[in-house]
Structure formats: structure tokens, C-alpha cells
């Protein structure tokens, strides 16, 4: 199991602080998800975790999981939705800015919505021993998704509906390798499941207006 749990996660550093080397490029990247390379030194896997079936899942939840694992999944998610909450902060901007008041509205929502989140996995890392890590440093590196500032309103809608559907697939695996041994931390994953859902709809019918 702790062979699998690495291979999702990426190796445990025996120097906990910091957890991955500091970023050289200035500023936050503009590419939504990152490249299979990127991900090398991170957690998620160059190829599926699992079959799209979710035929292993059995096989998976049988095996023991690590509080020390779930901490580190809840850090990566915790990162996800900080990195969520500011990109639809930035896009709500853009959106008044370029004269679309009720799509900014709804970016402000999903922000919030973000930010809900974030509180919630939080409150979930104390409860099980741990500290959640706001470090803007490494924010982005640990996130599932990438910060970006776009202009265009097409372009921001097309990026978020990239990036909520990688998250989609993202939560999903998480949600599996829980499983339902520690509920109340599926109940947050399988909320931020519904939340994207639901961004992914009406991203997709303004894509086709």
C-alpha cells in the first residue's frame, strides 16, 4: 500500500519543511493544469490512478490508509480550492470589467463557494492532527490546477471548464481512495464533487452562447 500511496502522492520528504523546492519562475503559471512532467514531484500519477470503472476501488479500500496520507491528500485539495477561490475572484474582476455582469456574478458565487470549501478542509486537517498550509509560495505547485489571468471572456469560461473537469477526475480518485472508511472527509470531497458539477453546467451552456 505505501508503494501505491507514493506513487499517488510522490515520496515523503524526511525534511518536512518545506515540502518541495522553491518555484524559479516569477509569478503563477498560466497553464490550467500541469503537464504530465510537472506532476513528476507531486502527487498525482503520470497515468490513471485507477481504471475509469473503478474496478480496483475494492482493492484500495481494503488496503490501510496512513493519517499522514489523508493529510497529505487534504493539503493538495486544500491547495486546489485556494487556487479555485482566486481564480474566479480574478475572473469576477474581468467579467464586470468586460460587461458581463451576471456571469461575474456567478464567478463571485463560485469563489465563495471555493472559499467554503477551504474552510471546511481546514477544519478537517486540525481535527485529524495537522496544519493547514496557505504558504502563497508553494500554493500553486501543491494545487491541481493553475492560477491564471485571462482578458477574454471566452477563453476565461473555455480555461474553467478545463480546469473544473480535471478537478472533477481529480476528486473522484480522491473520493475512491477514501472510500467510505472516514466519511465525514468523503462528505467534503463528494460536496466539492457536486459544486464542480454544477460549475462545469453552466460553464458549458455559456460556452455555446
Not at 480550492?81 to 458565487?109: K, T
Not at 467510505?180 to 460556452?207: G, Q
Request: some cysteine; glycine content about 4%; charged content about 25%.
Amino acid at each position: 500500500m505505501s508503494r501505491f500511496l507514493n506513487r499517488i502522492f510522490g515520496p515523503q520528504s524526511p525534511d518536512p519543511v518545506p515540502i518541495f523546492p522553491p518555484i524559479s519562475r516569477g509569478g503563477m503559471k498560466t497553464d490550467t493544469v500541469r503537464s504530465p512532467d510537472e506532476h513528476r514531484d507531486d502527487f498525482m500519477p503520470t497515468t490513471p490512478m485507477m481504471p475509469e470503472d473503478g474496478s480496483s476501488s475494492d482493492v484500495i479500500q481494503n488496503n490501510f490508509f496512513l493519517a499522514s496520507d489523508k493529510l497529505r491528500m487534504l493539503d493538495r485539495l486544500l491547495a486546489t480550492q485556494c487556487v479555485f477561490m482566486l481564480r474566479y475572484r480574478r475572473n469576477h474582476g474581468s467579467a464586470i470589467v468586460l460587461g458581463f455582469p451576471w456571469i461575474a456574478e456567478n464567478f463571485l458565487l463560485n469563489s465563495n463557494q471555493a472559499l467554503r470549501n477551504c474552510d471546511r478542509l481546514a477544519s478537517r486537517i486540525v481535527q485529524l492532527g495537522g496544519l493547514p498550509d496557505y504558504s502563497p509560495q508553494y500554493l500553486d505547485r501543491r494545487s491541481h490546477v493553475s492560477y491564471e489571468d485571462l482578458s477574454n471572456m471566452n477563453i476565461i469560461i473555455g480555461s474553467n471548464l478545463t480546469a473544473e473537469r480535471a478537478a472533477m477526475r481529480f476528486y473522484r480518485q480522491m473520493a475512491l481512495l477514501v472510500g467510505h472508511r472516514d466519511e465525514t472527509t468523503r462528505r467534503v470531497i463528494d460536496d466539492m464533487l457536486r459544486d464542480a458539477e454544477k460549475h462545469v453546467t453552466a460553464l458549458t451552456a455559456w460556452m455555446k452562447k
